[in-house]
């Protein structure tokens, strides 16, 4: 069965250091998304990507944020200057259309 | 315009009912219900698209009010492995570039 895989499933850094999350959508699914949830919290939307650009983006996703599709098969998360607050599970998600998202098994990012 | 769900916390024994609710204060295009076991990432469980749509998964089941902005999943003779935190989550508008936005989840919680 087709999976979102993301990479790696746990990163612990420095804070102020740059990061890079990987994320490797289903091959058919147009729409992606990057997703976080701080420990014992609610899923916080992030960006929506579609067609090569930001379709949206949430007030969390700040200019320390941005994601790229650097080839077919890879999305990215990049964050420039990582803080304290930044860690939390990344969940990177992909959907046909308006039909369900399938998430990824997330990767933990710790700073310190 | 995120989702308010209720209640905050389930504990049943198996074999028992649940009712888990979730109400926007905005107009609504699609409800989606994932679980998430501890540690993972959300699995999909059922979208619903159109307003009094009822659908089923096993003995999961879901309803949508689309006038009343509300949506009930319902976890009939409920299994151990039922136990996890329930999210829904909600999309307004009819686009399909639209984000989720997640509740802050049930934690549903099964004994033998």
């Known amino acids: 069965e087709p999976e979102v895989t993301q990479t790696p499933s746990h990163q612990v850094t420095q804070m102020g250091q740059e990061v890079i999350l990987r994320c490797v959508p289903i091959?058919?699914?147009?729409?992606f998304y990057w997703y976080r949830q701080i420990l014992g919290q609610k899923v916080e939307f992030l960006v929506s990507?579609?067609?090569?650009?930001?379709?949206?983006k949430s007030e969390i996703f700040d200019d320390q944020f941005s994601v790229e599709r650097p080839d077919g098969s890879n999305f990215t998360l990049k964050i420039r200057s990582t803080k304290l607050e930044d860690s939390a599970m990344y969940f990177c998600a992909s959907s046909e259309a308006d039909t369900e998202a399938f998430f990824g098994q997330g990767t933990r990012l710790t700073v310190v | 315009q995120q989702p308010v769900q209720s209640p905050q916390a389930v504990i049943l024994r198996e074999g028992e009912d649940a009712v888990i609710n979730c109400s926007s204060s905005?107009?609504?295009?699609?409800v989606h219900w994932y679980r998430q076991k501890h540690g993972e990432a959300p699995v999909f469980l059922m979208i619903?698209?159109?307003?009094?749509e009822q659908k089923g998964h096993e003995k999961i089941s879901a309803s949508f009010n689309e006038k009343k902005q509300q949506s009930s999943l319902y976890l009939t003779a409920s299994q151990l492995s039922y136990s996890g935190t329930y999210f829904c989550g909600t999309k307004g508008g009819g686009s399909t570039l639209g984000r989720l936005y997640f509740g802050r989840g049930t934690q549903l919680t099964v004994w033998p």
């Open positions: 619903l698209l159109k307003g009094g």
């Open positions: 905005k107009a609504l295009y699609s």
């Open positions: 091959s058919n699914h147009l729409y």
């Open positions: 990507f579609y067609n090569n650009e930001i379709s949206e």
